[in-house]
């Protein structure tokens, strides 16, 4: 098991204190290894192996435990009185109505709970009622460029950024070597899987020709401006007529299984979030590649997608950058930092150069603003836009 000392550090502060922490992330980005990384570092604090209660909801070993009553009888029947029990909980989503085990667990036994979710959900509706201002949701994401580099050379191999920007960061992935045919078809297994528990059984979708469609569209448009309508319009012109509330839907859907996020745009000017014509981008690249195979003309979406993950593994709120007539891809706020980000695949003539740092004239303030390009050379522009390799920037401590 290679180490993901990142979510280690983030999750260290909640232990045992009285907060559930929900792990959440698109399924088989880690969340499980990071569930082990926990319990081995309370193994190293002295906690006796049996305090430790580990349940994989996907396993056939534990589908008997599938509502709350029978994960709360499993539950106390290994609680030992006197002694705090540590409880992982893997993909709780699969069992009815767990969320009022959870909060019976909080009230009735000494336990410190820790979870991890397939479905943004978890953290809406009765999980919110039942434990409002009990928990604190740790986001796991699939593999950063920093991080595919430690598990190479975890293999006694050299990682590279074009082998991440063709793979993605599906940890499995980066475990063994695979060609790029093999590594999508693993992908492209887990996506099926995703698609098949999380959004059909879960949402109760009858129309899997239309979700496959849907998906197929939002991923050919990765960081291009588009909306429901859109995507309703799109289809009438294929003379096939779609409900946009159906639309609304399966992307709400995808999102809420993690495959796509929704960024909206935000004025800079007005420092207010715009309601429409948002930007969607993949829980990971590889999903596109997976689904419609590798396109070098593609390459512009997918540069985009990896800075945006990026931005959102630190923490940062991303959203797309309006000011006049004008558009930033990134406009990136945490607490009282502020950062700003334009991609692009290589700055191959002067008005290249000029349209993608001309994007900043209008932004007069002192926050970073950076053009991050594929290019190995850096030049900053006179008015203090930084200019930088894409892998690089992956790799800065700080913006």
Known sequence: MVSRPVYLEKIRPYIDKPLVKVLTGIRRCGKSTVLEMVRDELRFRGVAEQALVYLNFESMTHSEINTSVRLYDFVRDRVQPGTRTYLFLDEIQEVEAWERAIDSFLVDFDCDVYLTGSNSRLLSGELATYLAGRYVEIPVSTLSYAESLEF?????KQGDFVTFLRLGGFPVLHTSDYSFDQAYQIVGDLYASATLRDIV??????NLALLEKIVKFAFENVGNLFSAKKVADYFKSQQR????????????ALEQAFILYKVPRYNIQGKEILAINEKYYLGDPALKFAVLGFRDRDLGGTLEN???LELRRRGYQVFVGIIGDKEIDFVALR????????VAYKLADENTVARE??????????????VVTMEEFWQDNVDGVRHRNLADFLLMDSY
């Open 152 to 156: 190479a050379a975890a293999r006694g």
């Open 201 to 206: 059984q879960r949402h109760k979708i009858r």
């Open 241 to 252: 007529k779609v409900d946009i509330e159906t639309v609304y839907a399966y992307l709400a």
């Open 306 to 308: 990896l800075v945006y």
């Open 335 to 342: 607490k009282d930092e502020k950062v700003y980000v334009q």
């Open 357 to 370: 740092f001309g994007a900043f004239a209008a932004v007069r303030d002192h926050y970073p603003k950076y």
